[in-house]
């Protein structure tokens, strides 16, 4: 059995094998066969290379930076303030984030505050008082503007008061403008420098057109018309998100600006544009959310007195628009 087993191995060295082909006279079997070829060669061609392009590698780590530049000037007369020049230095709040900037649209001022005992906002549910006892001394108001001195300051016959406090006094007003400040700031300026890289394939690219017209970026600006040009109209980019400028300036509010890159670098790079997209990020209904708008506080000046040794400061709440 063990001479036969390698006997036969042994001539299956030299056998020599074709294969055989049975050619099927029906001509619907044969349509059939030719269809499935296109289709397969279809599908190949137009699926897989000219529309998903299946040759194509994909880099989705992009590197990007973005630069930003607001330019702009207005006038505004009030009570509290008077006459004042606004320009960039005044309006413009340095970053608190990557990528972010702000732009103050208004403002409500608390003028004249000095640092001494009053009475605190009957609004802050905290200071409420009907003794002194209600009012212990050194304890901070709840969110609320000072210090408690342990005096409960009642107005006339009223039973209920509010406690007295060492603060920034008087204490900031919560009556808001009927109107934004900086109603005028929709004609700001806003300059978006996005530099970016596809690292794999070592492209950089730029979102300011590519033209040696020095005039170009001094006259331009983002829209229909010109839609590679980087400079965008402050109440443009409101108005894109759906929203009132006007309305958006008097609260406050959120603004993202995002960028799009998806380029084929099979074409030219002068082909490879970014495509902008809007949108507001807080809520649109600030009658409906107790978290709408963007505000904080600042101090604008301080006036020091020697004859005193007190000082003098007028305080802001600022309500701005957040890009």
């Known amino acids: ?6 006997k036969g191995l042994y001539q299956s060295l030299f056998d020599y094998k074709t294969e055989k082909y049975v050619i099927a006279k029906n001509k619907k079997v044969g349509l059939l066969y030719r269809l499935l070829q296109v289709s397969i060669l279809t599908y ?12 194509q590698d994909t880099d989705t780590s992009l590197q990007s930076s973005i630069i930003t530049k607001v330019k702009g000037v207005t006038f505004t007369n009030t009570s509290e303030l008077g006459e004042r020049l606004w320009d960039v230095a005044d309006y413009v709040i340095p970053p608190q984030g990557e990528n972010v900037f702000f732009v103050i649209t208004n403002l409500i001022v608390t003028p004249n505050q000095r640092q001494e005992t009053c009475a605190e906002s009957d609004s802050i549910s905290d200071a ?15 969110t609320g503007n000072g210090v408690r ?22 204490v900031e007003t919560k009556s808001r ?6 109603g005028k700031a929709e004609d700001f ?16 690219k730029t979102n300011v057109l590519d033209t040696k017209d020095l005039k170009y970026l001094k006259s331009c600006h983002f829209g229909p018309k010109d839609p590679y040009c980087p400079i965008f109209r402050l109440g443009s980019v409101v108005k894109w998100t759906g929203s009132n400028f006007q309305e958006i300036a008097l609260q406050g509010g959120v603004i993202g600006i995002q960028i799009e890159w998806d380029c084929d670098l099979d074409k030219a790079p002068s082909e490879c544009n970014p495509r902008y997209y809007f949108s507001r ?5 600030p ?22 040794s007190s000082k003098r400061a007028t305080f802001t709440a600022t309500r701005n628009s957040r890009k």
């Open 177 to 182: 403008p009927e109107k934004p400040l900086l």
């Open 44 to 55: 190949l061609v137009v699926w897989v290379f000219l529309l998903k392009k299946g040759y």
């Open 281 to 285: 990020l807080d809520s649109r209904f």
């Open 189 to 204: 300026t806003i300059y978006i420098k996005n530099f970016i890289r596809f690292p794999k394939f070592n492209f950089f």
């Open 128 to 142: 409420l008082c009907y003794e002194d006892s209600d009012c212990p001394p050194g304890k901070p108001v709840m």
């Open 287 to 308: 009658g409906n959310s107790v978290s709408s708008g963007y505000n904080f506080r600042g101090l604008s000046s301080v006036t020091w007195y020697s004859s005193t």
């Open 149 to 170: 001195t342990g005096r409960c300051l009642r107005v006339e016959n009223m039973t209920r008061g509010t406690c007295e406090i060492f603060a920034w006094c008087p």
């Open 1 to 6: 059995m063990g001479q036969a087993g390698c």
